[in-house]
């Protein structure tokens, strides 16, 4: 499994552009200076899935304006993507590109490949604009993602990264803290003991 903290692996892939109608050949790198959303999720035409598509479009938008893309990742073809995306009353309404893994490289750098199935596992990955890794989360299959959550946590994340610590005095933000959240500021040695 990727580790957070850590560089993400470059993928080069083809991905259906729902927006537009169009099959691209993307990288990661093409995303560079952006936030990254990965969502993984194990098929095409499945229950969980759609739902969990269904609810980061509703989303998406947020994203877009904190600038970030979301990329929805699974080992099925761009043709699978397509056709479902037509079909599902559900993912009909998705606009974010829905990337090809039919060779199962990317959930393989990922650590995301379920060995058992051959599919990938749901889960999420958020990497910053350097391209570091941020966030990463895994569900159990029948679980949908808990978008609102992930969405709060990028904003928390961006929030950090946009106000890097110092050895001597940097923020944190506490639990259970979602959008309009408050920082804590810490100052060592005097905030010790205080918290």
């Keep these: 499994m ?3 903290g ?3 692996p470059e993928f080069k892939s083809r991905a259906y552009f729902p927006a537009e109608n169009k099959v691209k050949e993307i990288k990661l790198s093409d995303y560079k200076g952006k936030w990254v959303i990965l969502t993984f999720h194990p098929g095409d035409f499945t ?6 598509l ?3 479009q509703a989303y998406y ?3 877009k304006e904190n600038n970030a893309e979301v990329l929805g990742i699974s080992t099925d073809s761009v043709y699978s993507h397509k056709v479902w ?3 599902s009353p559900r993912v009909k309404n998705v606009k974010f590109p829905l990337v090809d893994d039919i060779k199962k490289e990317i959930s393989t750098a990922y650590g995301f490949l379920n060995p058992n199935s051959g599919m990938t596992r749901r889960g999420t990955v958020i990497i910053n604009p350097e391209g570091i890794v941020e966030y990463v989360s895994v569900f159990n299959d ?3 993602k808990d978008v609102p959550h992930i969405y709060n946590a990028f904003i928390n994340l961006k929030y950090l990264y946009e106000h890097p610590a110092k050895p001597e005095e940097f923020d944190i933000i506490a639990a259970n803290k979602g959008e309009g959240f408050q920082t804590i500021r810490i100052r060592i040695p005097d905030s010790i003991g205080k918290l």
């Design 54 to 56: 269904e609810a980061f």
């Design 6 to 8: 850590v560089q993400a």
């Design 61 to 63: 938008e947020k994203f």
């Design 47 to 52: 229950f969980v899935c759609a739902t969990d």
């Design 85 to 87: 995306v037509e079909t």
């Design 2 to 4: 990727i580790d957070v």
């Design 142 to 144: 029948r679980l949908g």
